[in-house]
């Protein structure tokens, strides 16, 4: 084990030895949800309806433990039989769940559920009334009537999600898992790795030949195998195509938009405004170009520094760095990022069979979250770890609802995380004892800025084409192209774009787990910055006011939560506003020069 590595104690979900206990408590809590559907009635007392749903709640939490315990176990040992075992069972147990609680939301939802007289709206809103924490999150189940489908139907639909669309994210990530990357840059002996967060460090590297040797060799297995994940990518496709349409949805994305609970004005707004300002990002890219006495850069060279550099961070200097900075923003920010810390609820390095990036863990409000990380002691692990702590910040903040009202719908998600990176960013910019320092800050974070606002928009946008072209038939190479235009077109004369490129969007674990989950990046990175410049003007006085945001979980729509700061997210000056405050990084490192 590393110096100062941590592996996380998943303990705290599931104690040792009692992991076969829940399931059968949990098992137990199924059989009698089936036949709960006979206390329902719109005659039925508040008390009675709070009961029935605290009930609900708390089966809800046993399951999560489980489902958590194991998907966190398979994550640091994807090759673990065990796991994937534990995980299999709790999978058919979630079948069960649903297959139960299936006429119960018919019925909230004013649906026929067997021969329940139907729910109507004024017992509806005393109902929901009589449980304040779950009355949004019921009248938002109520609203979506009009995409349910009949009791038998949705009953399909929840195995087909673990034995159809679940089973081929898992097919997709144990055939990536299995890659070897052939690294073999220019005058140097050629290593195989067996994972891709060594090759990644190579992306940052001050040699040209290494950046494009790094990218060529983890694009290489991905081409070899492009056939197989085209496959499991044109069957994801299919189904969430079919089911949008199913579900009465006007279009595939919509389907998100509606369980992220925001309208597709909105996000047509958001994508549009990131296509408008690409131009931005091109005018960096040149500048950057210049900085590096290049003519123009190529893909491989986004991510090279300035100049070589050798520095690392060790974990426990990052951990301290991070901490500090979130305290002089906030105290309660620092406590609950130290509490994950020592709870032993982080595991931090790479090492064989574990799962390559990074991310949250949240279980259940009354646990702690996880945070698993690929830490390698570049700058940009210390980013990843305020990213995800600040997502884990923003759990502890919503913990205080129940679990169907704890967790964040997607857009704003990444509002915390992004905050996080954020003062990090700031408070190392303030402290930057040279220009040059300042400018290789401001030159990462616009780097940054790029990946998580544009590139994410346009991988997107890639995903809006390629539901639309499914259905009429394509090609693998089809969908490669489509690829490779896109990236040219938003970068445009500005970098020239390496054919080999083209293979990237097998790469984005996201567009197979999670069909448009990316505008989420666009959505949290711009919002982050919006509620930043009110925090630079407004200063200590609007953290609170960052910290309810923070609270509500789903327990109010995004819209709303929104609309507390002055915030509309439909509104065009709204993501305007946030590209300014990029542009005035931009134009601070033109005066650095």
């Known amino acids: 084990m590393t110096a100062h590595e941590m592996r996380w104690n998943l303990h705290d979900i599931v104690p040792k030895g009692r992991f076969e206990g829940l399931f059968k408590k949990a098992g137990t809590g199924i059989e009698r949800l089936k036949s709960s559907i006979d206390k329902y009635s719109p005659g039925m007392t508040g008390q009675a309806f709070r009961r029935e749903m605290e009930f609900n709640e708390e089966l809800m939490e046993d399951l999560s433990r489980l489902s958590g315990y194991c998907s966190l176990w398979e994550a640091t040992d994807l090759k673990s039989q065990d796991a994937k075992l534990l995980r299999s069972r709790t999978d058919n147990l979630f079948v069960k769940y649903s297959d139960a609680v299936i006429p119960i939301h018919h019925w909230l939802r004013g649906l026929p559920a067997g021969d329940r007289p139907a729910l109507d709206d004024g017992n509806a809103r005393r109902l929901f009334a009589s449980f304040p924490d779950l009355s949004y999150v019921l009248g938002h189940m109520r609203s979506l009537a009009v995409h349910s489908l009949a009791p038998g139907e949705e009953r399909i639909m929840s195995r087909k999600r673990v034995s159809g669309t679940g089973a081929l994210s898992d097919l997709y990530d144990v055939l990536t898992d299995g890659f070897q990357y052939r690294f073999r840059p220019k005058g140097r002996r050629p290593q195989t790795l067996n994972s891709q967060e060594p090759l990644r460090k190579h992306f ?40 949008s349409q199913l579900r009465k949805h006007p279009s595939p994305v919509s389907m998100r938009n509606v369980h992220n609970q925001v309208p597709d004005a909105a996000i047509g707004t958001l994508l549009k405004a990131t296509e408008d300002n690409a131009g931005l990002f091109q005018e960096f890219f040149r500048l950057k170009a210049g900085l590096m006495k290049l003519k123009r850069l190529r893909r491989y060279d986004i991510l090279a520094p300035l100049e070589e550099v050798k520095k690392t961070v060790p974990l426990d200097r990052a951990r301290r760095l991070v901490t500090d900075t979130f305290r002089s923003f906030s105290p309660g920010f620092a406590e609950k990022a130290e509490r994950v810390f020592k709870a032993g609820h982080i595991d931090t390095h790479p090492r064989p069979g574990k799962r390559s990036g990074a991310f949250c863990s949240n279980v259940t409000p009354k646990i702690l979250p996880y945070v698993l990380l690929n830490y390698t002691g570049n700058s940009s692990s210390v980013s990843t770890m305020a990213h995800e702590l600040g997502h884990a910040i923003h759990d502890i903040c919503s913990s205080g609802h129940t679990i169907s009202a704890a967790g964040t719908t997607l857009p704003l998600a990444e509002t915390a995380s992004t905050i996080a990176e954020i003062i990090v960013f700031e408070r190392m910019l303030e402290t930057a004892r040279s220009a040059r320092e300042k400018r290789a800050l401001l030159m990462e974070k616009m780097v940054d800025a790029y990946s998580t606002i544009v590139r994410q928009a346009y991988i997107v946008k890639f995903e809006l084409e390629a539901h639309r072209r499914m259905g009429g038939g394509v090609k693998a190479d089809d969908l490669c192209q489509c690829y490779l235009g896109l990236l040219r077109s938003h970068f445009g004369s500005a970098v020239e774009v390496a054919d080999e490129f083209r293979l990237e969007w097998a790469y984005i674990p996201h567009i197979f787990h999670t069909p448009f989950y990316c505008y989420a990046y666009s959505f949290g990175d711009l919002l982050a910055l919006a509620l930043y410049s009110r925090y630079r003007s407004q200063g200590s006085a609007f953290v609170p006011k960052i910290e309810r945001i923070l609270s509500y979980g789903s327990s109010k729509s995004p819209d709303d939560i929104l609309k507390e700061v002055g915030i509309d997210m439909a509104d065009r000056k709204f993501w305007q506003g946030s590209f300014d405050i990029l542009r005035g990084w931009l134009d601070q490192l033109r005066k650095l020069g």
């Open 204 to 243: 940052y590297s001050a040699r040209p030949s290494e950046r494009e040797a790094a990218y060529r060799a983890l694009f290489e297995p991905y081409g070899r195998n492009l056939t197989a994940l085209f496959l499991i990518y044109q069957a994801i496709v299919k189904d969430w195509v079919s089911d």
